[in-house]
């Protein structure tokens, strides 16, 4: 027996066997010179041909002028220097995860281009048009023309990876050609990786590089779990330290490119949270520094209706457990809309479970969009009722609420005065605004000055204009 279990062990590890469910106790290290001598070139042949490059042109205008676009400047001595138009490329890679040309890459690799295409491993390149994207989770979808079935990568349960576990990484890194790099998994559910509002990554230290973005991390079966996108580097390149957007993840944001969806949604909770902190968990009765602590609900939210109120921790959600916030919002997202999920939580060191259904954000009464004109402070602000449909589409809190800018024209006297979007306008001249027509009744009239109070990125400010 322990003879069969060696090659066993062997031929999975030379890519020549592969099982039909790996577990933990299936998992070995080498023991032998032989094992230590094996090659990852099978493996590497089952899975290259299906990750592509993804160059990306764009347009951009070059300011020669540093007063051009200036409407002082621009009236007054007229248009001269313009500025000048240069075309900018970019390099990324990608992975066919489906026959009929459906490719996977981060947004931040085609993002704003105005031509796109991809080459494969065999030389061969399409363009392609993007199906979806979310700067949110820096995901992209692309399909290829063509006519006769690609190559694939298997898309994995991530959830299943576990630190340790021996890795590739595909792509193209400096744009230097197809590389493949090894090492293993090194962290799980890291978050605080990107500036966007996702943070839920698989941590690698298998070389990744700028131009490896978008490309494939694959496990020990040739089966994708995770797609390259960032790296810990002071000098540019990589110092072992490498992050992934797992599978599961890629998995669900490609169900929402095949039903056609124009943009990519996350479940509304209706509820804050805050990481577990040690003095947090020793107050609770936690016997873990883990977790979401609720701060505060949405009246009639969803999580209100649940039973979720302040103080508690939802430590699980069906059973998988809940390291910080982000978290929490990677395990509702990968369940999917339109299902109800089971969170675990602790009341006061007192294990309990509520039921929570997963729906989109409600637009719980008209944005009432309206552009301010006049001589008031605000004139050129785009305002509109806040709600949570509109909170989630301008990235803000689901719980605020008021009157919010949504856009300022350049120029304008809101601009000039600075009024920003995201901006929530509290009161003018001590008088409440909770509604759109609130604030425009008030921008007509003529008081000789105003005193504005505005809420900014949590904070009260307070201003006065003459």
């Given amino acids: 027996m322990p ?23 299936e998992r070995v290290v080498p ?13 590497v042949r089952q899975t290259r041909t299906a990750v592509v490059n993804v160059y990306a042109e764009r347009m951009v205008q070059r300011r020669v002028n540093p007063f051009a676009g200036d409407p002082f400047f621009e009236h007054f001595f007229g248009q ?23 490719v996977v890459t981060n947004n931040h690799v085609i993002d704003g281009a105005d031509d796109i295409k991809v080459a494969l491993a065999d030389g061969r390149e399409y363009p392609v048009k993007v199906v979806l994207k979310d700067d949110r ?88 779990i995770g797609i390259n996108t960032a790296i810990f580097s002071r000098g540019g390149g990589s110092n072992g330290v490498g992050f992934a957007i797992p599978a599961n993840l890629v998995r669900v944001f490609l169900e929402a490119a095949e039903r056609g969806d124009t943009s990519f949604e996350r479940p509304y909770i209706g509820a804050s949270f805050e990481p577990v902190t040690s003095d947090v968990a020793e107050a609770l009765g936690l016997s873990t520094v883990r977790g979401a602590l609720v701060v505060s609900t949405v009246e009639d939210g969803p999580a209100a209706k649940a039973g979720l109120r302040p103080g508690q921790v939802v430590i699980a959600v069906d059973g998988v457990p809940v390291e910080h916030p982000d978290a929490l919002g990677y395990r509702l997202t990968t369940a999917g809309l339109g299902k109800t999920v089971a969170l675990s939580i602790s009341d006061n060191g007192k294990p309990g479970e509520v039921n929570l259904a997963l729906a989109t954000a409600p637009e719980t009464r008209p944005r009432n969009l309206t552009l301010l004109d006049g001589r008031s402070p605000f004139a050129g602000a785009r305002i509109a009722n806040l709600s949570p449909r509109l909170a989630y589409e301008m990235r803000m809190a689901s719980e ?8 300022v024209v350049r120029g304008s006297p ?4 600075g009024f920003a979007p995201r901006d929530i306008v509290v009161s003018v001249n001590g008088e ?27 904070q009260r400010i307070r201003q006065i204009f003459r």
């Fill in 400 to 407: 605020v609420t008021g009157v919010v800018v949504t856009e």
């Fill in 137 to 224: 989770l820096d995901l992209a979808v692309l399909k290829i023309d063509s006519r006769e079935p690609l190559p694939t990568l298997p898309i994995a349960n991530s959830d299943a990876t576990e630190v340790g576990d021996l890795v590739l990484a595909i792509g193209n890194p400096f744009g230097v050609g197809q590389t493949v790099t090894s090492g293993i998994v090194s962290g799980l559910a890291r978050n605080q990786v990107t500036e966007g509002d996702f943070g839920f990554f698989i941590q690698t230290d298998a070389a990744i590089n700028p131009g490896n973005s978008g490309g494939a991390l694959v496990n020990m079966r040739g089966e994708l």
């Fill in 3 to 25: 003879v069969f279990k060696t090659i066993l062990s062997t031929l999975v590890i030379a890519g020549l066997m592969v099982p039909h469910a790996a577990t933990a106790q």
């Fill in 432 to 458: 409440t605004v909770s509604q759109v027509e609130d604030l425009v009744a008030l921008s007509r009239s003529d008081p000789g000055f105003w005193r504005v109070e505005v809420e900014r990125d949590g």
């Fill in 80 to 102: 001269r220097m313009p500025n000048r138009t240069e075309r900018q490329s970019s390099l990324g890679s990608g992975v066919i995860v489906e026959a009929n040309g459906t």
């Fill in 31 to 43: 023991d032998s010179q032989m094992e230590m001598q094996l090659s990852f070139a099978p493996l």
């Fill in 414 to 417: 809101a601009a000039r005065l």
